[in-house]
């Protein structure tokens, strides 16, 4: 009987050279991951340090590329904030530097009115007439997609929804 894993290929530095390139082509990676794929794929050492090389020469692996596409992308996408996009990258071993960078490319005021739509459409769904619960769930639910509570606060007082 087979188990759901599959089997690990050992590739030689060629094979992997190619394969990564179509790891980091496919979508935007970031360094940590491609060093998991290429340890994956048996490589160690200098061989893996040489393939990040030329990934990086070639512009297949650009991190601050990855860390703004990734931030843009759960943004838009997903909704979340910056201290949700923030954890996100470190989990992805982008550095704090490109991080800060990559964060603060997201439109300031498209950031505010994010809050101010997500906070709106969640108001409308809460079944609670005490005021100060109220606030509290939405506060709750904001700080879980990631968004800062001194900008929540702002944005709830200035849309009289707290």
């Not at 991951?33 to 794929?41: G, I």
Request: hydrophobic share 35%; charged share 30%.
């Amino acid at each position: 009987m087979k188990s759901g894993k599959q089997e690990t290929v050992l590739l030689d530095k060629k094979q992997a050279q190619v394969k990564a390139e179509h790891f980091c082509v496919y979508q935007e990676r970031s360094q940590k991951e491609v060093r998991y794929k290429l340890v994956e794929w048996g490589m160690r050492g200098d061989e893996l340090e040489e393939i990040i090389s030329e990934l990086i020469l070639n512009n297949f692996l650009n991190e601050e590329r990855f860390a703004k596409s990734y931030a843009s992308g759960k943004f838009n996408i997903k909704h979340w904030g910056r201290v949700k996009i923030k954890q996100g990258l470190k989990l992805k071993g982008v550095p704090d530097k490109i991080l800060q960078k990559a964060i603060y490319s997201i439109n300031d005021d498209d950031y505010l009115q994010t809050i101010e739509k997500l906070a709106s459409k969640k108001a409308s769904t809460l079944n609670e007439n005490d005021p100060f619960k109220r606030k509290n769930k939405l506060m709750s639910y904001l700080q879980a997609k990631g968004f800062e509570t001194d900008l929540i606060l702002l944005v709830l007082k200035a849309s009289n929804l707290n």
